[in-house]
């Protein structure tokens, strides 16, 4: 039998807590239950038996460019209704490539730096 994806791990340097309640609002999953700040891990959850996203303190900071990030593709709300509301959460915008056909993405970077792709949204 194959083994199935738990948890999707992200590094981070700051409090795990603060960072995965910035994806918890981005994604609308709610955090496990027994986390706080302070914890040295938090987890995000995802109600439909996904894996869950999980935050831990490292000591060493993020020095290059991602290896793996999300592309987001949002539901009720345009591309850009949904990077005004990432901005609005914490996230930094990074790069637009959206293309006059109105294709593409933009990418942004969230409070510890990881990049991630906000593409069309079912409204665009």
């Not at 996203?53 to 850009?80: C, I, Q, S, Y």
């Not at 942004?108 to 409204?123: K, Q, S, W």
Request: with cysteine.
């Amino acid at each position: 039998m194959n083994p199935v994806i738990r948890h999707i791990t992200f590094d981070c340097t700051g409090d795990p807590y603060d960072l995965a309640t910035f994806w918890s609002a981005m994604l609308g999953n709610p955090l496990a239950d027994d986390d706080k700040p302070g914890d040295p891990e938090a987890l995000i959850v995802d109600p439909s038996g996904g894996p869950g996203l999980l935050f831990v303190r490292v000591p060493e900071g993020k020095t290059a460019k991602n290896r793996l990030h999300f592309d987001l593709r949002p539901t009720g709300r345009t591309r850009a209704q949904e990077v005004v509301r990432a901005i609005e959460l914490g996230a930094r915008p990074l790069a637009d490539h959206t293309r006059p056909d109105g294709g593409g993405w933009v990418t942004l970077l969230d409070p510890e730096g990881n990049e991630f792709c906000v593409e069309r949204g079912d409204l665009d």
